[in-house]
């Protein structure tokens, strides 16, 4: 009997000690699971599902105050989970997000090209744990950050993957289906519809568009807004075309400034506010001598300008050199982080629950630190680690508001795409 049970330690520790990243994460998700599922004020009943019983009803399901501002596609995804008991409701929708952590690291890593990092077989270099661990530091956390939260981010972040693994493997319209999916739930994986056509990919572009905006108008076959018309019209004539009004700020959404880590939101921050200490902590106040919302929109436009001609500038200049196709598996991996962390800082809103799919370009930026030896890309990522680090309010982070403030997670992101950039224009040997 004790031979047996022996026999049955030794195997599980067998197993444990093959599959550490498997048992680690099942020991996360276990963790994570309690918080979430014991919440009663999670966003995705008390603004996802909520949204799709107003619809079911006829009600307004694009009512600020109960916070769902999304196209109104995924209003019509989530009716099923109306009829079941929160509970249950946010048990199969944390299983749901669990899967889709699951397949974004692994598509991740895959398209970075990592290998096979435990079970059976050949040793794994030690750099590759590294590597491994290092990105799940610095940009991992978001993803297990919208988990405990039960956030929609997790399944926008594995359809944008799915989408990239596709196109990785040139089956454009499949890549376009899943990317125009992830639109129609939220816009700015929009942003790969100008990166296929770019590429030449014109119909495939056509295609993404086309599917993100005419999927917004199946709710309309539920019930059409009290006011008549469509959702799809409503929705864009309430958030999205105030952005380009006069009056408009950027940065200015339907959430806390400090919150908003896209580049409109650190816009704002720097020019319109400033943090004062009270009693109860340090609070956002917005200056009296802010600069008036055209000065803010220009100042807007130069820092985007800032990162989109040396983004756009990398990836041509991949394309005008000749030579042959050793690292452009790498290469294509570079330019699909560049997207996605483009569509991070340029949208009028990204909460740290967006950032997750910051991985791809994590895992790609920390290759080229410690495998190729590039001491300005380890820098970077080392730099890019560390903010990601103080961006958490955790018991050591004691000044949490004012990092945040700062934008802690803006520059996770800036580092990261200087990081591929610079890896795009050290590949003069890519090919398309």
Partial sequence: MKFAEKADRISLWTAVSRYPYTTAAVLVFISQAFPALLCRQTEWT?????????????????????????????????????????????????????????????????????????????????????????????????????????????????????????????????????????????????????????????????????????????????????????????????????????????????TSISNNQSLGGAVMRIFATSLKRTEEGIDVVYKKSALSPTALRAVAVFVYAMVIIPSAYAMWRRRRMAGPARAAPQADALEFGIILLLMLLLSPNSSRAHFGVMLLPAFCVGRIALTDDARASWMLFFLATFASLISFNTPLNVIFSVTLWAGAVTMVALLLLAGCVRGLLQNEDGAQ
């Fill in 46 to 254: 008390n603004v996802f599902v909520r949204a799709s019983k107003n619809l079911l009803a006829g009600q307004d399901i694009l009512a600020a105050k109960q916070g769902y501002v999304y196209p109104p596609f995924f209003t019509l995804v989530s009716i099923p989970f109306t009829v079941l008991p929160q509970a249950l409701s946010q048990l199969l929708f944390y299983l749901i997000g669990v899967a889709c952590i699951v397949y974004v690291v692994k598509s991740a890593w895959t398209l970075s090209g990592g290998g096979r990092l435990q079970g059976d077989g050949e040793k794994v270099d030690r750099r590759e744990h590294l590597v491994f661990l290092l990105a799940m530091f610095c940009a991992g956390r978001f993803l297990f950050n919208a988990l405990s939260h039960l956030q929609t981010d997790l399944l926008l972040a594995a359809l944008v993957m799915a989408g990239c693994v596709a196109l990785r493997t040139k089956r454009c319209f499949l890549s376009a289906t899943w990317i125009g999916l992830a639109a129609a739930i939220k816009c700015t994986p929009l942003l790969f519809a100008p990166y296929l056509a770019w590429r030449g990919k014109w119909l495939a572009a056509l295609w993404l568009v086309a599917l993100a905006v005419g999927l917004n108008f199946l709710p309309d076959l539920v019930n059409r807004p009290p006011s008549g018309g469509s959702w799809a019209v409503e929705w864009y004539t309430r958030y999205l075309a105030p952005i380009g009004q006069e009056d408009y700020v950027p940065g200015a959404w339907y």
